[in-house]
């Protein structure tokens, strides 16, 4: 199992490779990928990164976001509000499933109109990049994005874990039979990073 500080230190080789990025050429796509943030995102150095921990600066739901370039297999870059952005595979050394989840990230539909229409205190909640109680997983997805696959394999299963850098320990949303969040359990500085009390 890898480790939070495992996971952080690809924040510093991120870093690292943004500047390889620049100095090396990379290819541009034949077709850029155009469309929008499909839930919040956390951009943690200019990178968004598969796994998805809970740091970083957020990057909201519906943001218009274009991707024109690729590097090795994992490296999937571009922009949104007019500076650079990176996507890191950081699960993957396989292109296939890079762009699988590139386009789980970016999506053709805005998903802001579907957010508004939500009740207050869902939609506060998911302004706020947090996790409430009666929540449905596309709700959880729109919050606080996709958990990583090495956590969650099966997003049809009855727990999604998520990284926090909150005492380096992670987060488990527990879904009910009706799909709809029952717990949300961890130590209580991660789960108070990540949820609304009840």
């Known amino acids: 199992m890898t480790t939070l500080s ?7 080789a991120g870093a690292a490779a ?10 541009r ?9 499909c839930c919040n995102l956390r951009d943690n150095g200019g990178w968004i990164f598969s796994d998805n921990v809970q740091d970083g600066k957020l990057i909201p739901a ?10 090795r297999t994992y490296y999937v870059y571009g922009e949104f509000a007019q500076r650079s952005i990176g996507l890191w595979d ?4 396989n292109s296939g499933q890079v762009f699988a989840w590139v386009h789980r990230v970016v ?22 990049a947090k996790v409430v109680r009666g ?13 990583g696959l090495d956590e969650t394999p099966n997003l049809a299963g009855p727990v999604w874990r998520y990284w926090t850098p909150k005492a380096k320990k992670t987060v488990d949303i527990q879904f009910g039979p009706d799909g ?7 130590p209580p500085a991660s789960v108070q990073l990540m949820s609304v009390a009840p």
């Open 90 to 93: 950081t699960q993957s050394d």
């Open 180 to 186: 709809k969040v029952v717990a949300i359990s961890g």
């Open 29 to 37: 796509l034949p077709q850029p990928i155009t469309g929008y943030t």
């Open 107 to 128: 999506v053709p539909e805005d998903p802001r109109p579907k957010i508004a229409a939500l009740p207050p205190e869902i939609r506060d909640a998911i302004h706020a």
């Open 18 to 27: 943004a500047l390889l990025l620049a100095a090396c050429g990379a290819t």
């Open 62 to 71: 519906g943001e218009p976001i274009t991707l024109t370039s690729t590097k």
């Open 135 to 147: 929540m449905t997983r596309q709700q959880v997805l729109w919050a606080v994005g996709y958990p």
């Open 6 to 12: 495992g996971r952080l230190g690809h924040i510093a």
